[in-house]
C-alpha cells in the first residue's frame, strides 16, 4: 500500500479550494498514469455496471407505466380493468418496480462503479457481482409478475413474496456486497473516502433491515412497527446513504474542488445512522403502538436536524459561487438539484413527524407527495446525474445528444414540481376536511380530485422524460466507439440556454 | 476513516442499536399482548376474505386503526368508540393498518354497514351506491351469467339499472368471503384492563385527563 | 391486564439498553480517534480528485478562482469532451 500513498495525495484547508499546494506534495501521480488507472479501474466493473443500469432502465420505464396507470385509476375509477389492471395492484407494481427495480438497480450499478474507483484498485469478483445483479434483476421481474396476478404479501414496501423474491433479492445483493468488501479489502489508498462510508454501510445495513422486515414471526401491532422499522430506513439507510454517498463523489469531482467541510461530512454520516435508524415508528403516530416508541421515533426525527444540515452544508456550499457550473455540466444539474431535493424532504419529513402536523397529514396525499420529493426528486435526481456520468466513462462513447438531454431534464424537473405541488396541497385540504368531524366525508375526497387529475399530467411528463432518456441510453450504447469526437453539450459553452429554452 | 473495521463495526453498532430500541425490546413487550375476550380469531371464510382483501390492494385506500382521540378526530367522526390497541389486532397477520384514507377507516365497518347486499353491490359498482364514490369497481369478484344457468347456490346480485335481457351478476365466493371479513370488523368491545393499565403500557397519551372515558375504553373501572 | 406492569421495567431495560449502547459508541469512537482514525481529513477529502481534476480549466470559474486554481495547481489542461458528466 506504499503507492498509495502518493496517489492518496492532496491537501489544504478543505474550506478554501483549489487547495493550495505545498511544496513536498509534489508527488502526485503524473496524470497519464492516473489515466490509466481509471481506466483500468472503469473497465473492470463494466459489465455490473452496465447489467445495473440497463436492468434499472427496463424498472423504470415498467414503472412509469404502473404509476400512470394508477394515477389515471384513482381520479377516474371508471377505467378499471380485469383483476391485474386494479388500482392496488399496479400500484404496488409501480412502487416495487421504482424502488427495488428502478432506484435500487440503478444504485448497485452506481456504487459498483464508485467503490473500486475511490479505493484506486479494480472490482475484486467482477463475475460475482453481474451475477448477483441479474439475480436481483430476475427476481423482481418475477415478483412484479405475481403483485399483478395477486400474491403480495401485505404489508406495504414488502409486498415481494417472502421464499420466491426476498431471498433471491438478498442472495442476489449480498453477493455483489460481498464483492465489493473484497474491492475494499483490496484498496490501494490509506483513507476511505466518505462516499466509501455511505455506500458500505448501506449494503451492510440493507441486509439487516430487510431480513428483519420480511422474517415471518411479526403478528399484529408488532408487525406494523416492523413494517415502519424496515420501510423508514430503506429510504433513510439505504435509498438515502447511496444517493448521498453518490453526490459526495459526484459534486466535487465535477467542479474540481474537494467537499466544503470535510470533519462535517463525519459527523453527518454517524448521526445520520445513528438517528434515521431510529425515525421508523412516526408512521403510526396516534395509532395502536406504545407511546414511548413514537415518542422515540419522532424525538430522532427531530434530530434528524443535524445530519441533514451537516450534509445540506457540504453539499450546497461546495457549490456555492459556481453555480454556473450548472449549466456546463448535466451530471451536476441533477445532482445539484437532487441534493437540494434531499435537504427539502428532510426538512419537510421532521415537519411531518410532529404530532401537530401529523393528525392532518396523516392519512393523505401529503404523504405521497412528501415519498416522491424523496424518492424522485431526490434519488431518482441524482440517479440520472450519476448515470450520466458513469456511462459514457464505462462505454467509452460521448451522449450523443444534448437536445435529449435538455428535453429530459426539464420534462422530470416539471413534472416532479408538478406532481408534488398537487398532492401536498390536495392533501393539505384533504387532512383539514377529514380533521373536522363536520365536514362530511365526501368532501375529502372531491377535494383531492383536482390535485389527482394534475398529478395524472405530471405523470405523462415523467413517464416522457424517461422514455426520452432510455433512447438517449439507446443511442449511446448502439453508438461506435469514436476516436475522439467533441459532446455536442460540451462544446465549452452553457448547454441549457440554448437547447432547454 | 482509514479502516474498514471501524466503518463496519460502526455501521453494525448503528443498526444494531435501532433494531433493540424498535424491534427487539417491542417484542418482549408487544408478545405478551392477549386478545381481549370480546374479539374472535377469524373464521375460515373471513380469513379467506382477508386475503381477498390483500390481493386487491384495499390497504392502499383504506386504514384499519382509529388514532388516538386525544389529538385526532377519528372517534369524533365515528369510525369507532374507542381509539384501537396493540391488543386488537392479535389475529391479524400481517397488520393491515394502512397508510392512506381515500376511503373511510374499515376496522369498524362492520357496525357501520352489516348488510351484505350493500357490500355486494358496492363492490360491483360503488357509483351505484355512493355517487361521488373514486374507489374502483371490482366486477372481476363477480361473474356474468345468464338468467337460465343460474345454480341454487348461487347468490344473485340485484344490481340497480341493469336491464331484464342483461347477464345476471353472480358473486363469487371470494368477493363472498370478503364481505364475510369486513362485517366481522368490529373493535367496539370494552378492554377488559384494570384503570390505568393501557397508559401504563404506553398506549394512550400522557397527560390525559383521568376521568372515566367509555369512549375510548381505556379508563374502564 | 395483558400488558399490565410491563412499562416500568421495559422503560429500565430502554434506558440500561441505552445507557449501555451509547458509552460502547462513545468508547469505540474515542478509541477511533486516538488511533488516528479520524485524523489526517483534508487530505482523505482530496481522494476522488485526480490531478487532472484539479488542473483543469473550469469554464465557468470566475477570473480570481481560475487563477487560484493556477496557482495551486499549475498551469490549466483544457478539458476534454464529456469531462463533467460524459467521456474522458
Known sequence: MSGGEARAVGVGSALTAPAPRPAEEASRLPTSEERELRLRVDRSSRRPVLVAFGCSLVALLLGSVFGLTASVQMHSPELAGPGWLTFGRVRTAHLNAMVYGWASLAMLGVSLWMIPRLVHQELKWARLAEFGVWIWALALGYQLVRILGGIPSGMEWLEIGLYTGDTFLTVGGGMVGVALLRTLLARAVPHLYVSVWYIMAALIWFPIIFITGNWPAWAGAESAAVNWFYAHNALGLWLTAINVGAAYYLIPKVLGRPVYSYQLSLVGFWTLGFFYSLNGMHHVIGGPMPTWMITTSITASVLMVIPVAAVAINHHMTVVGRFAALRYSPTLRFVVLGAMAYTAVSLQGIFTALREVNRITHFTQWTVGHAHVGVYAFATLILFGSIYYILPRVLRREWPSARLISWHFWLVLLGIALYVTALTVAGVFQGLYLMDPAVPFRASVDVTLAGLQARSVAAVMLTAGHVVFAWHVWRLWRRPTPERELAPFHALRPVVREAGS | ?221 | MAVEGLVFPSTLVLLIVVLAFMAGALVFFIWAARAGQLGDLDRQAMLPLDERDLRVSHPWETAEQAEARREAWGEPLPPEPGEWGGAE
Open chain 2, 1 to 221: 476513516m482509514k479502516q474498514t473495521w471501524l466503518l463496519v463495526g460502526g455501521a453494525l453498532v448503528v443498526i444494531g442499536f435501532a433494531w433493540m430500541v424498535l424491534v427487539g425490546i417491542p417484542h418482549t413487550m408487544l408478545v405478551r399482548v392477549e386478545a381481549p375476550p370480546g374479539l374472535e380469531p377469524y373464521t375460515e371464510s373471513q380469513a379467506r376474505g382477508r386475503t381477498v382483501y390483500i390481493r386487491n390492494g384495499c390497504i392502499y385506500c383504506h386504514t384499519q386503526q382509529v388514532r388516538d382521540d386525544a389529538f385526532t378526530s377519528d372517534v369524533a367522526r365515528g369510525w369507532g368508540r374507542r381509539p384501537t390497541v396493540p391488543a386488537d389486532y392479535v389475529y391479524d397477520r400481517p397488520h393491515l393498518m394502512g397508510t392512506m384514507r381515500t376511503g373511510p377507516d374499515l376496522i369498524n365497518v362492520g357496525i357501520r354497514l352489516p348488510d351484505p347486499e350493500w357490500h355486494l353491490i358496492h363492490f360491483y359498482d360503488p357509483r351505484a351506491v355512493v355517487e361521488w364514490s373514486i374507489m374502483p369497481p371490482y366486477r372481476f369478484l363477480f361473474d356474468e351469467v345468464p338468467e337460465e344457468e343460474v345454480g341454487p347456490d348461487d347468490r344473485v346480485v340485484a344490481i340497480p339499472g341493469r336491464g331484464p335481457d342483461e347477464p345476471v351478476v353472480v358473486a363469487t365466493p371470494d368477493v363472498l368471503a370478503l364481505v364475510d371479513y369486513l362485517r366481522s370488523l368490529n373493535r367496539s368491545y370494552p378492554l377488559a384492563q384494570p384503570a390505568g393499565a393501557a397508559e401504563d403500557a404506553g398506549i394512550a397519551e400522557p397527560g390525559e385527563p383521568a376521568e372515566v372515558d367509555d369512549r375510548s375504553g381505556r379508563t374502564m373501572p
